[in-house]
């Protein structure tokens, strides 16, 4: 599984192709009330002062206060509120939503 | 809300359950968008999803999740449930149609460029020409109207007429006329219309019959058109000069010794009135003073030019 990925991950380098066709975590933030999070692969945990989300191979933890999902869908999420943190967690393979 | 949510319609919903981001989870899993993910505590949260979405949800969420539907709300929801209410659409409908069936029509002429007089004769032969109050606008010749006025009327250089709305706007210029002409071949005098003392006399045409500083009755002679001397013929000319004499007028009136007079205190009160064409509704209560004087300050069309709707 991990070879099949760096494989991926090459083809994609060689073909100067945008990261995200692979299937990349996308994080993208707008000054600190918003947050895009592209091609995640579900909701670990979600709190008004917490909100971690799944990836292929990291968790990306988002901290504040307010914290609300103004969008969830199938590969996307946006979350508005005062965000104070953004923290990545080596998951592995082996990481499973609740 | 995002605009297209509101015009394709929203339903707020209420989830409850234990471990709710499985529910997410499985919502997003089913192509169901969520918006506005908000979790009130630990096992209810908040959310918005589509009509179409909410139907989704209940059948594919597991049992262990009760998902009840707090509000729904929308265009499109707003619309069905107006829909149902059968009087009131055939009453909106009757509203829409008379609405645009009353912009076909002239409510109002405007005339500027013209006194309240004249303006009310050209009033009154614009109808003629089919231009008033309650006319069709589909009849109306604006051209032929205009070039018909300009042939007739000699005392006007330019009339313009324009259809705004419902008003029809109508644009005069008064034509400078020429002097009128005088007759030179018949012999006259010039006579004194008031009493007055004379300032000047300049006689171009005939002799002066008067001086300066004296005083003429109404009637009096002040150029003479017949010359004659000794020596020469009697000669008969239409007099012409220029005579400026100083008029007086008189005038008396007894007043009582003690008069009342109305005095502005300055406190005024705005009173607005709703016109619908001759008719009209006032939209403010009463009037609070007890004397008191109306004055109109403006009249604004409500809808634009669109209707003879003013207030």
């Known amino acids: 599984m991990k070879k099949a990925r760096k494989l991926t991950q090459n083809i994609v380098k060689r073909l100067e192709m945008a990261p995200e066709a692979a299937g990349c975590l996308r994080v993208t933030l707008l000054d600190n009330t ?4 592209e091609n995640h692969q579900g909701i670990v945990e979600y ?4 909100v971690c989300i799944r990836a292929r191979q990291i968790n990306v933890t988002v901290s504040g206060e307010g914290l609300i999902l103004e969008r969830l869908g199938r590969e996307d999420v946006v979350i508005r509120g005062d965000i ?13 939503a609740p | 809300m995002r605009m297209w949510n509101f015009l ?23 192509g169901v968008k969520v918006y506005d993910v908000r979790r009130t505590s630990y096992t209810v949260l908040h959310a918005t999803v589509s009509p179409r979405g909410l139907n989704k949800l209940k059948r594919t969420v597991p049992d262990k999740y009760t998902v ?5 709300a929308g265009l499109a929801v707003g619309m069905k449930r107006l829909a149902r209410r059968r009087a009131l ?8 149609l008379a609405a645009v069936a009353a912009s076909f029509f002239i409510w109002e002429i405007r005339v500027t460029g013209l006194d309240v007089r004249e303006a009310n004769a050209l009033k009154g032969e614009l109808e003629e020409y089919g231009i008033y109050p309650g006319a069709f606008k589909g009849n109306l010749d604006i051209e032929k109207t205009e070039t018909k006025l300009i042939i007739v009327h000699d005392e006007l250089a330019w009339i313009d007429i324009r259809i705004s709305g419902v ?8 034509a400078d006329m020429p002097p009128e002409m005088v007759d030179d071949s018949r012999p006259c005098n010039i006579v004194a219309k008031k009493d007055a003392m004379i300032e000047s006399v300049t006689a171009l045409m005939g002799h002066a019959s008067v001086k300066q500083g004296q005083v003429v009755r109404a009637g009096d002679v002040l150029i003479s058109g017949l010359v004659w001397g000794e020596g020469f013929p009697r000669m008969m000319f239409a007099a012409r000069g220029k005579v400026i004499g100083r008029v007086w007028y008189k005038a008396s009136m007894t007043a009582p010794v003690s ?8 406190r005024t009160q705005i009173q607005r009135i709703i016109t619908v064409g001759a008719d009209s509704a006032p939209v403010d209560a009463g009037c609070a003073f007890e004397v008191y004087d109306t004055r109109e300050i403006g009249k604004y069309p409500v809808v634009g030019l669109f209707l003879p709707i003013y207030i």
């Open chain 1, 34 to 37: 918003h947050a895009f999070i």
């Open chain 1, 47 to 50: 709190t008004t002062r917490r």
């Open chain 1, 84 to 96: 104070a943190q953004v923290q990545y967690e080596i998951s592995g393979e082996g990481a499973v």
């Open chain 2, 8 to 30: 394709t319609g929203y339903v707020m919903i209420r989830v409850e359950g234990l471990s709710l981001e499985k529910f997410l989870n499985i919502a997003a899993e089913a």
């Open chain 2, 68 to 72: 009840t539907a707090d509000k729904s």
């Open chain 2, 89 to 96: 659409m055939v009453g909106l409908a009757l509203v829409v």
């Open chain 2, 167 to 174: 008003v029809a706007l109508v644009k005069v210029v008064p």
């Open chain 2, 259 to 266: 008069e009342k007079a109305r005095v502005s205190t300055g």
